[in-house]
Nanobody, 114 residues
Framework: QVQLVESGGGLVQAGGSLRVSCVVS????????MGWYRQAPGKQRDFVAS???????NYAHSVKGRFTISRDNSKNTVYLQMNSLKPEDTAVYYC????????WGQGTQVTVSS
């Protein structure tokens, strides 16, 4: 059974940093391109960043230069390092494949206070 489990969110002041993680189980993680997405209250779920199975990365314009996506295939885990956080980064953060092909996990809440 495929399972995505996000963790690492929390409350942080503007300008601070957080790293969120997503552990994947139930399929061959290393062959998939992975992505991070976020959903703020009342808004759609948006793309944040992606990483291919070979490590090439892509970012939404709003987070470029502040966020870094990475992966550890030995741990079936994808990470999102978030620096210089802004209040508008407040959202529930989710991981999935780059085509959103798996069932969503519960996400992890990131709240940035001004």
């Amino acid at each position: 059974q495929v399972q995505l489990v996000e963790s690492g969110g929390g409350l942080v002041q503007a300008g601070g940093s957080l790293r969120v993680s997503c552990v994947v189980s139930g399929w061959i993680f290393s062959i998939y391109n992975m992505g991070w997405y976020r959903q703020a209250p009342g808004k759609q779920r948006d793309f944040v960043a992606s990483i291919t199975n070979r490590g090439m990365t892509n970012y939404a314009h709003s987070v470029k230069g502040r966020f870094t996506i990475s992966r550890d295939n030995s741990k079936n885990t994808v990470y999102l390092q978030m620096n210089s956080l802004k209040p508008e980064d407040t959202a529930v953060y989710y991981c999935n494949t780059d085509t959103r092909s798996m069932n969503w996990g519960q996400g992890t809440q990131v709240t940035v206070s001004s």
